[in-house]
C-alpha cells in the first residue's frame, strides 16, 4: 500500500514562505508524475504544480513564479517551496503521485490526507 503524508503547513502572513513536503511510504515500480493540489473553501480542488519523471515541471498560472516543486530521488519525496505568498492562498494542499505500484498494476493516483495552509493579510 502506497501512503503520502504531506507536512510543513502552518499559518504565515501575507509575503512569507512555506516548505511542504510529501513523504512517500515505498517507492512505485513505474512514476509518471508528482505533484500538489489544493482546495479552498467552497472551491474546486485545482492543480498547483506538477513534476513527470523526466522531471518536466507544470505550474498553473497563479503560481507566477512564486513556487517550486522539486523531488528527492533517495528519500522517496517531493517538495513545494512557497514564497511571497498571498491570502488567496490559503487553502489545503494535497500531494499527488501517479504511477505503478508494481509492474503487474495498473496506473494509479495516490493522494496524500492533505495540510493546512493560512496566509493572513
Known amino acids: 500500500q502506497v501512503q503520502l503524508v504531506e507536512s510543513g503547513g502552518g499559518s504565515v502572513e501575507a509575503g512569507g514562505s512555506l516548505r511542504l513536503s510529501c513523504a512517500v511510504s515505498?517507492?512505485?515500480?513505474?512514476?509518471?508524475?508528482m505533484g500538489w493540489y489544493r482546495q479552498a473553501p467552497g472551491k474546486q480542488r485545482e492543480l498547483v504544480a506538477n513534476m513527470t519523471w523526466l522531471e518536466d515541471t507544470q505550474y498553473a498560472d497563479f503560481v507566477n513564479g512564486r513556487f517550486t516543486i522539486s523531488r528527492d530521488r533517495a528519500n522517496n519525496a517531493h517538495y513545494l517551496q512557497m514564497t511571497d505568498l498571498k491570502p488567496e492562498d490559503t487553502a489545503i494542499y494535497y500531494c499527488q503521485l501517479e504511477g505503478l505500484q508494481t509492474v503487474l498494476s495498473s496506473r494509479t493516483e495516490y493522494w496524500g490526507p492533505g495540510i493546512q495552509v493560512t496566509v493572513s493579510s
Open positions: 515505498r517507492r512505485l515500480y513505474k512514476l509518471f508524475v
